[in-house]
């Protein structure tokens, strides 16, 4: 039922709009209006940047998507997990590399099932990309890759980050077998082999502003399958991983975690 998502890349790279773009429904304005909905500090409203750990929410109802209207956080989680029977948790991560520990602790933390790998289309592979894409091979985790920006890079900007990108992957570190994804077959095709454990990389290239290949990367997300099975098992050990520990007032101390 619920399949999670990391998404990782570089500063400025457009992860937070993608993430408002894909849970909202609609397109972002040019001027980064759709993070609005996923930014939750007033520090990264101003800067633009996440330094944060923040999750937002897709569902589905078979093919179709549950787009929420209401603006506030956890009533817009309520309308998403009522209405869907299926939901993509995008775990929205730091690019900043002043960051960098945020960032590991949200791809352990959070226990996500994937990775996404989110680069610019105008700015190319980056320090940051190459060093999140390290951490998802020493994570052992699957991962496909966005370019976005694509209505601002000209075309052989364009081309360059892709044979830049393909390049990294094929590379001798890294290993993998970068798959460029241009119609429904091949989402529906990539999607199962990445649960596989194939070597394959999908690689999407998007537009948050016109919307170009946003419907394929939907199409995707909804068929990947969870990678763990969350399960009753109430006879088995459990384990509980405490994430942070906090005192509220009238409550007493809290803590936040993991169920194993």
């Known amino acids: 039922r619920d399949v999670r998502v990391a998404m990782i890349?570089?500063?400025?790279s457009g992860k937070s709009t993608l993430i408002g773009v894909l849970?909202?429904?609609?397109?972002?304005?040019?001027?980064?209006?759709a993070r609005s909905l996923v930014l939750r500090h007033k520090h990264e409203q101003?800067?633009?940047?996440?330094?944060?750990?923040?999750?937002?929410?897709?569902?589905?109802?078979?093919?179709?998507?549950?787009l929420p209207t209401a603006r506030q956080h956890a009533q817009r989680w309520k309308e998403v997990v009522d209405a869907c029977d299926r939901n993509v948790s995008l775990i929205d991560l730091c690019g900043h590399e002043r960051y960098l520990k945020t960032t590991v602790f949200g791809l352990t933390g959070a226990v996500p099932d994937f990775g996404a790998v989110v680069l610019g289309a105008?700015?190319?592979?980056?320090?940051?990309?190459?060093?999140?894409?390290?951490?998802?091979?020493?994570?052992?985790?699957?991962?496909?890759?966005?370019?976005?920006?694509?209505d601002l890079a000209?075309?052989?900007?364009?081309?360059?980050?892709?044979?830049?990108?393909?390049?990294?992957?094929?590379g001798r570190n890294v290993r993998k077998m970068p798959?460029?994804?241009?119609d429904a077959g091949g989402c529906l095709s990539c999607a199962r082999q990445l649960a596989e454990g194939a070597r394959l990389v999908p690689v999407f290239q998007v537009s948050n502003v016109n919307g170009a290949n946003l419907d394929l990367l939907?199409?995707?997300?909804?068929?990947?399958?969870?990678?763990?099975?969350?399960?009753?098992k109430r006879n088995d050990k459990v384990e509980f991983c405490i994430d942070d520990a906090f005192n509220v007032?009238?409550?007493g101390v809290v803590v936040a975690g993991t169920v194993l």
């Open 179 to 182: 798959y460029l994804v241009k």
């Open 218 to 232: 939907r199409l995707f997300l909804n068929a990947l399958p969870a990678r763990r099975d969350w399960v009753d």
């Open 46 to 66: 101003e800067n633009g940047r996440t330094s944060t750990v923040s999750v937002e929410l897709m569902g589905f109802q078979g093919e179709r998507q549950v």
């Open 9 to 12: 890349g570089n500063v400025d």
């Open 122 to 150: 105008n700015a190319g592979v980056q320090k940051m990309t190459r060093e999140h894409i390290g951490l998802l091979l020493a994570l052992r985790l699957p991962f496909f890759a966005v370019i976005t920006k694509i």
């Open 154 to 170: 000209p075309a052989n900007v364009l081309q360059e980050t892709v044979d830049g990108l393909c390049k990294l992957l094929k």
């Open 23 to 33: 849970t909202a429904g609609g397109l972002d304005d040019g001027r980064g209006g």
């Open 249 to 251: 007032p009238g409550v």
